[in-house]
């Protein structure tokens, strides 16, 4: 299923706007309320795999933790494994970790040292793209490996935050949905 106009507008009725959460100033795009309509949620899926279906994904590595939830219904669907990027002390095997800046302070994400192979082709996915400071430590993650192709994904992208310029491929990334303020 392609995306049109009429879906982009049920996708966003259905997306929770919560004003200042988790802090003061931010707009959280709440996304459990699409996810909770089993219509919506299976077109996103179909959306999602029309996308990717032909690319040869091997792996689809999701962010925690809103990452795993369609992340890993669509690698069921696209015959590919599903890897965690968590944050930091959460896997219990060896891992290796990236540091990133936040607006204040710092943050960590982290993979299994074994959590990827050779050649795989990899679907990055995370529910939002906003400043990207998250997407792009985990991409660094996924570049220790000598995988063979990585794709990104997001739902919703906040193209306001210019998260994308993080990015040395934008090409390689795709939004279901974005929002230009
Ligand atoms: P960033 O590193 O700024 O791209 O933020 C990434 C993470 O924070 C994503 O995993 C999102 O789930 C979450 N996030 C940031 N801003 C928002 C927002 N306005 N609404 C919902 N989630 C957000």
Redesign the pocket.
């Known amino acids: 299923m392609a995306m049109n106009e009429r879906l982009i507008h049920e996708f966003k009725s259905a997306i929770r706007n919560?004003p200042d959460?988790p802090r003061k100033g931010?707009?959280?795009?709440?996304?459990t309320t699409l996810f909770r309509n089993r219509v919506l949620l299976g077109t996103l899926i179909e959306v999602l795999y029309d996308y990717y279906r032909d690319l040869g994904i091997t792996r689809v590595v999701g962010?925690?933790s809103?990452?795993f939830i369609a992340g890993s219904a669509l690698a069921v669907k696209l015959g590919a494994g599903f890897v965690p990027i968590r944050k930091p002390g959460k896997l219990p095997a060896g891992s290796y970790r990236k540091e990133?800046s936040?607006e204040y302070g710092s943050d960590a994400v982290e993979i299994h040292k074994d959590a990827l192979d050779d050649g795989d082709i990899v679907l990055l996915h995370?529910?939002?793209?906003?400043?990207?400071?998250?997407?792009?430590?985990a991409l660094d993650l996924i570049r220790l490996f000598p995988v063979k192709k990585i794709y990104i994904n997001f739902i919703?992208e906040?193209k306001f935050?210019n998260?994308r310029q993080l990015f040395t491929s934008p090409e390689d990334i795709y939004s279901v949905i974005s929002y230009e303020a």
């Open positions: 919560i959460f931010i707009m959280f795009k709440d996304l962010i925690e809103r990452g990133y936040l995370d529910d939002l793209l906003a400043t990207g400071g998250t997407s792009r430590a919703v906040l935050l998260g």
